[in-house]
């Protein structure tokens, strides 16, 4: 694939050697022939690896993975114009001609995450011929596997079949790929987090937001969850809990890592790391998750900034009627995860609206805080090792994981027995506990539900738009092209396949 992210990098780090005489690197400029020398190295580059996962959890992973669900939605601005990016991931009407799409949002993850390929591919090709301390090798090695799997599970879940790089790309013409297939690619993402796995340090002896065996495992189980590979999921899994790495927090209020504080916690597994500051570490996704228009005393009011700005616009990832109804009477969780606000410029009578504040927490700069992203929580852990006991018939083994859950969010034992409602009541439970941490589009996908649920959730908005925070103004009502591209898989993004003669 002739992405741009992969030449750009290629340009600036990968002019390799041959055996023509005159081709000749230059020794005064950085290239991964006079780079990759000493551990150092190989440490700052795979710290390079990690840097495009802050884009990536910024913006396009929730607009891909929560914003398409039936657990937010948008808040339209009638008077701010055509947003269209967003809205057609929210509502279902992705454009689609010849299988690609100009979604911009859709073009954003397929390049962020082929950059973390391409960091990785650059720290793999050469490692094992450079000699230096064993035990730190297979650690950056490890976490160069990981998150070369890392990108390839969301693409593959995102497209189907991707281009499959994983060696450098050595110049333009080596750049393009043909479309391998699903089952290949998840082959890859095995293959390299089974090989991870054993490189890895344990939490306790891993830097504090770096891949860790435990990640490793969770990542693995996950695949072999989504490839309906149970036992080999319970395998994997079961050497994570018995670990003693990893607790549920005491209460689901402690569970979220704030601006300065609780970041890798010890039911942090995998986490993305973001700094408040002038370093461009930061993060803005707390800024993008708001219902708009917003005044400076009711931004103030949420994050208690030196410098409010008042925020216009559109909202975007508003919790919908349809999660806040998902929670039990008694849930802690609900109050944790959603808050209701005045929104004063709102249209109409109405101004109280949900916003997410799970997240949310004060600091000192406008549309810069350092808030983690969590991205795989031990809570989670516990429902996939619950789901892969059920599915192979363990269903005795797999209820007390589930309750350790329900515990921790005040309710009570579940009353489900058998597989089946088991099975239903580990799917609700996800919904609840991982809420606006984007793994409700690939739980419904992956479960072959979204017939059974993303259709009559549509069916809902357009008969009650207000109830999804259309205003109560004349033509303010869902387009005539919603809920209309329903697929599996997001279609292309047509800037690549304008370049690729692939697809």
């Not at 109405?350 to 031990?378: E, M, S």
């Not at 092209?481 to 692939?502: G, H, M």
Request: aromatic share 10%; charged share 20%.
């Amino acid at each position: 694939m002739k992405k741009y992210s992969i030449l750009l990098l290629i340009l600036l780090m990968s002019f390799t050697s041959c055996d023509d005489f005159l081709t000749v690197v230059p020794e005064t400029q950085l290239s991964s022939a006079t780079f990759f020398k000493t551990e150092n190295d190989f440490i700052q580059a795979v710290n390079g690896a990690y840097a495009p996962l802050r884009a990536y959890y910024n913006g396009p992973a929730w607009l891909l993975g929560e914003l398409h669900s039936d657990n937010t939605f948008y808040m339209r601005n009638v008077l701010f114009g055509a947003v269209e990016n967003s809205e057609n991931l929210a509502d279902f009407s992705v454009p689609v001609s010849n299988g690609t799409t100009p979604n911009t949002n859709v073009l954003a993850a397929w390049r962020q995450l082929y950059l973390i390929i391409a960091r990785a591919n650059q720290v793999l090709a050469p490692i094992d011929a450079v000699a230096f301390n064993q035990e730190s090798k297979n650690n950056v090695k490890g976490q160069a596997l990981f998150l070369r799997a890392f990108a390839y599970f969301h693409l593959v879940r995102y497209f189907g079949k991707v281009p499959l790089h994983i060696i450098p790309v050595p110049g333009r013409d080596g750049s393009g790929l043909p479309l391998s297939e699903e089952a290949a690619v998840f082959d890859q993402i095995i293959k390299d987090l089974t090989e991870a796995v054993p490189l890895l340090p344990q939490k306790a002896q891993q830097l504090p937001g770096r891949v860790t065996q435990g990640a490793a495992r969770t990542l693995l189980a996950d695949v072999f969850i989504y490839r309906k590979r149970w036992a080999d999921a319970e395998q994997v899994l079961a050497p994570a809990i018995s670990s003693g790495q990893y607790a549920l927090m005491a209460s689901y209020a402690m569970v979220f890592p704030k601006n300065s504080t609780n970041k890798n916690n010890s039911e942090s597994v995998f986490e993305i790391q973001y700094r408040e500051g002038a370093d461009g570490l930061q993060g803005t996704f707390l800024y993008q998750h708001l219902p708009l228009p917003l005044t400076v005393a009711e931004v103030r009011a949420l994050f208690n900034t030196g410098n409010p700005q008042p925020l216009d616009g559109q909202g975007n990832n508003i919790p919908t009627p349809d999660i806040i109804a998902a929670y039990e009477t008694g849930d802690l969780r609900k109050d944790v995860s959603i808050d209701v606000i005045t929104v004063s410029g709102r249209p109409g009578s109405n101004k109280l609206t949900p916003v997410i504040k799970k997240f949310r927490d004060n600091h000192a700069q406008h549309n810069n805080h350092g808030v983690n992203w969590p991205v795989y929580r031990y809570a989670e852990v516990l429902l996939l090792m619950a789901e892969a006991l059920n599915e192979q018939g363990k269903t005795a083994a797999a209820i007390p994981l589930l309750n350790q859950v329900r515990t921790r969010a005040g309710l009570a034992a579940t009353t489900a027995s058998s597989q089946a409602n088991v099975r239903e009541a580990i799917f609700k439970e996800r919904r609840v506990e991982l809420a606006f941490e984007n793994k409700r589009w690939f739980d419904i996908m992956r479960t072959d539900r979204i017939q059974e649920i993303i259709v009559p959730y549509g069916r809902r908005i357009v008969a009650n738009p207000l109830n999804y925070y259309f205003p109560p103004i004349p033509g303010a009502v869902p387009r005539n092209n919603v809920f209309t591209n329903l697929d599996k898989f997001y279609p292309y993004p047509a800037a690549e396949a304008e370049i690729s003669p692939f697809f």
